[in-house]
């Protein structure tokens, strides 16, 4: 650090965000007449309210615990350890009165006492030279865990490995972490925990930089981008390295030279309303780790299908892939095949669904289900001597007592903890336009590119980048939580207070893009898409920030990097603007004839 020709340091303040979820936590639980529970939950995890309940319940057995899920109404991570006390409250309510109890929390409750999005904090120091290339990074990053560290990611290891360098590669680094207790309800897993706030770490210093030498940021995160043979921070060499290429690409696509252009004059006409462009690039490592999931097959003498699989369906599309990967395995028509729900008897030690992985792991054990199947069955069709339909076939290997019905637990090649699986790379260019007088914006356009491998299915993989950058939206403009300076009471509880992004705040116009690549890895060189998304969408952030900048040079206000505070809100806009309204601009009378 002391050897480059140009530093700057500063710091990041990001607060939390709720998950809402439109279904709020619930639970019903019944006693069985030997003694245990049948449990209905909202829970993206059975196993953990599984030996929840045997714990508070003296050790009582795990076979004697049924918890099953058919779907829930969206989780984000807000229905992982934050439902375990809701199916607790059920079972012990079930226990007492020896009748079925429904434990049903409220939105109010759920935002006032339940976990959220950690809080972050940053200190910095950046060395760089005068082109802008990195040279040295001193961070210490702050999370509010809450009054505990239960579900705190700053303890994570791969979190910072992973995520800190976002795309950018930077010779030196020193990382510091602190965990910090407060008497805000512990802090949990919020859809991309971790890896949003410190990915937007990343892009901010770039944003900074540019600032500091007068360059435009987008030449400057150019310069940075990672190259192939590189080292990442996570220790792995760079193979897949994308980011380069998609970068230009999208650079080209979205005519982004010929609308800064048209930006620049827009502002120079425009003393009230200002337009901004940024550009953030996105390596977003995915590991497997060792979570594992049962899935469970059967077939029918009529030849339909049945599956249940330890994944919990939460919108998020696995029901749908399973049945893809099952019909292609099987040869059969998606007709034929039905989901059921999930349940601790049919999916016994299934792991928690979330990080973007579930789908891949659980149709990777339904694809070794049905290579059992098929290979029992082909003992049966290679005596037939002639062609036979499906039903056909089935009630053949029915009558010449093939086993039917195929169980598998597969654990994800190299399932090492810790151990990097393969890269999602992406791209996304967003446009603003704020209102200076009132600190109003609207995200006029978004140009996102995301490197899916080949999709297993677009449809369900665009929806999901569509809903994780609107979420992320949600973290960098609208969402804010409140807290008494007094009591340390959650003010913002309700949609009074508290604003999700809605239909107005989704993107004007928006060019969604699905770049193929080969990953052998993923199952049919599929990859995620559930999370990486909203590491980008703090190019909306940038993007205000410059409209900010425009003005306040306008008004020779500017002094150094402007620092916002998140969210973006009306509020928050207005008071990094620094208006003074009578002196800023100018007052036109009229005369009345």
């Not at 099952?326 to 040869?331: D, E, G, I, K």
């Amino acid at each position: 650090m002391s050897s480059a020709p140009n530093s700057v340091c500063g710091q990041i303040d990001l607060g939390s965000q709720y998950h809402f979820y439109m279904e709020s936590q619930i639970a019903r639980a019944e006693t069985t007449d030997e003694g245990g529970f049948v449990i209905e939950a909202a829970t993206q995890c059975q196993k953990w309210i599984q030996e929840a309940v045997s714990y508070v319940f003296d050790g009582l057995p795990a076979n004697s615990i049924e918890v099953k899920t058919k779907r829930i109404g969206g989780a984000y991570g807000g229905k992982a350890t934050n439902s375990i006390p809701i199916a607790l409250a059920a079972a012990l309510g079930a226990y007492v009165t020896d009748r079925p109890c429904r434990f049903h929390a409220d939105l109010k409750t759920c935002m006032a006492s339940l976990g959220t999005r950690l809080p972050y904090s940053l200190n910095y120091t950046v060395g760089f030279d005068d082109d802008g290339k990195l040279l040295a990074l001193d961070w210490s990053v702050y999370a509010n865990t809450g009054v505990s560290k239960i579900d705190s990611e700053i303890d994570d290891d791969n979190e910072f490995r992973f995520f800190a360098d976002s795309a950018y590669f930077c010779p030196n680094r020193r990382i510091r972490r602190f965990a910090c207790g407060s008497n805000i309800a512990s802090g949990t897993w919020c859809r991309a925990p971790g890896s949003l706030q410190l990915s937007a770490f990343a892009d901010t210093m770039m944003e900074h930089i540019a600032d500091y030498l007068n360059k435009d940021s987008i030449a400057v995160k150019l310069g940075n981008l990672y190259q192939t043979g590189q080292l990442a921070l996570d220790g792995q060499i760079l193979t897949d390295c994308r980011i380069q290429e998609m970068f230009e690409c999208l650079l080209k696509k979205a005519n982004v030279a010929k609308r800064q252009i048209a930006i620049k004059n827009y502002n120079q006409n425009n003393k009230y309303k200002k337009r901004g462009l940024a550009v953030t690039p996105m390596k977003y490592p995915v590991t497997w780790q060792s979570v594992k999931f049962t899935v469970l097959i059967s077939i029918y003498t009529d030849g339909s299908v049945v599956v249940s699989h330890g994944g919990i369906e939460s919108g998020q599309g696995i029901d749908t892939k399973i049945v893809q990967v099952v019909a292609y395995c099987l040869h059969i028509d998606v007709e034929h095949i039905a989901v059921q729900r999930t349940t601790t008897i049919t999916s016994a030690n299934s792991e928690v669904t979330g990080s973007s992985t579930t789908s891949e792991i659980v149709c990777r054990s339904a694809q070794r289900c049905c290579e059992i199947l098929v290979e029992r069955m082909r003992v049966v069709k290679v005596k037939q001597t002639r062609h036979l339909t499906w039903e056909e076939l089935v009630t053949a290997c029915f009558d010449a007592d093939v086993d039917l019905t195929a169980s598998c637990q597969r654990a994800p090649p190299d399932h090492k903890l810790g151990a990097r699986t393969y890269n999602i790379w992406g791209v996304t260019a967003t446009e603003v336009e704020v209102d200076i007088l009132t600190g109003q914006h609207i995200v006029r356009q978004v140009d996102l590119v995301e490197d899916a491998g080949i999709s297993l299915n677009p449809v369900i993989d665009i929806g999901q980048i569509q809903g994780a950058f609107v979420m992320a939206l949600g973290f960098w403009l609208n969402e804010e939580m409140v807290y008494s300076s007094n009591t340390g009471k959650l003010l913002t509880d309700g949609t009074w207070e508290y604003k999700p992004p809605t239909t107005k705040d989704i993107p004007v116009k928006w060019n969604i893009e699905l770049a193929k690549s080969k990953n052998n890895i993923g199952l049919y060189n599929s990859k995620a898409t559930g999370e990486p998304p909203l590491c980008m969408a703090v190019s909306a952030f940038h993007a205000i920030r410059h409209c900010i900048d425009d003005s306040l040079h306008e008004r020779h206000r500017k002094d150094g990097f402007t620092k916002l505070q998140q969210p973006l809100t009306p509020v928050n806009v207005k008071e990094a603007l620094d208006l003074e309204p009578i002196q800023d601009f100018s007052v036109f009378s009229c005369s009345i004839m």
